[in-house]
């Protein structure tokens, strides 16, 4: 469990780029950029946030991401 957390982490700072604990909806579209993940999914994720506040930040206690401020 601790080297999932440790990946987690690591991909949680990764897309986190001001480092307020949060990912806005651009963060998130830069970070899926960066991934293999097909055109059509990439293009989902930048639909949702387009039209949507969304913020996701980590839940330390139970080891996920919560979405906030929709």
């Not at 307020?20 to 989902?44: N, R, T, Y």
């Amino acid at each position: 469990m601790a080297n999932n957390t440790d990946l987690f982490d690591s991909y949680f700072r990764r897309a986190d780029l001001d480092g307020d604990g949060q990912i806005s909806g651009a963060e998130a579209v830069g970070f899926f950029q960066g991934s293999s993940l097909p055109k059509q999914v990439l293009a989902q994720v930048s639909f949702i946030s387009l039209f949507s506040d969304c913020i996701i930040s980590k839940d330390s206690e139970f080891f996920g991401l919560v979405i906030k401020k929709c």
